[in-house]
């Protein structure tokens, strides 16, 4: 099921949402990013989870950050996750829909407490010529889901691509991220039918790594 066939309220983002990042101190930050983007990522949540559900063969469930173990630092950005657990996401591959100041983020996501990243990075090394011909030029890799910049896929030779794979399965606290990056002035962001679309496109994209991970 495509979410551009539901009706919605998730309506874009606009500039209030990527301006949320800019208030000082957690507990402010954090009550605007309650009140302004987090129902629309909740909404975002249910819209793809079915589309998710359909495309990767088994019930995919939203899990929207709820930034809890922070105490002192505001969160610098925000996501809802999908993944075939009720329980939570952290340990499987997952999807992301996410937003910092700058940027919204569509990707894959291994991180570290994922069980399957040391098997995931194995078949990704052993099918290096595949994930490098899958992944189209344009999308976006990152070994570190605290920073908001990424290494272009299309200008990685294949031992730098091979290096993050290498990493992801020997260091412990390693992990993996692969998709687009949307600058937030970009029109597409604030356009829910062109957004919802390209989201299905990417994940669409994204679905080798997310089988390649499930083994």
Known sequence: MSATELTSSFGGFVPADFEVFDIDGLEPRMTALIEQVRPKLH????????????????????????????????????????????????????????????????????????????????RALAELASVRRSIPASFVWSKDHMIPEGLRHGKLADEELADLFYRLGSVKAAELTCGIHIQKDDPIVSDESAFLALAEKTFKKLKPLYRMAKG
């Open 43 to 122: 909404q975002l949540g249910d819209q793809l989870s079915p589309f998710l559900s359909d495309l990767c063969g088994e019930t995919v469930y939203p899990h929207v950050a709820k930034h809890a173990r922070r105490t002192i630092n505001p969160p610098n950005d925000t996501w809802v996750a999908y993944a075939p657990s009720k329980r939570g996401y952290k340990a499987l591959p997952h999807f992301q829909i996410g937003l910092w100041g700058s940027h919204i983020f569509i990707q894959f996501a291994i991180i570290y407490e994922c069980e399957s990243k040391g098997a995931f990075a194995e």
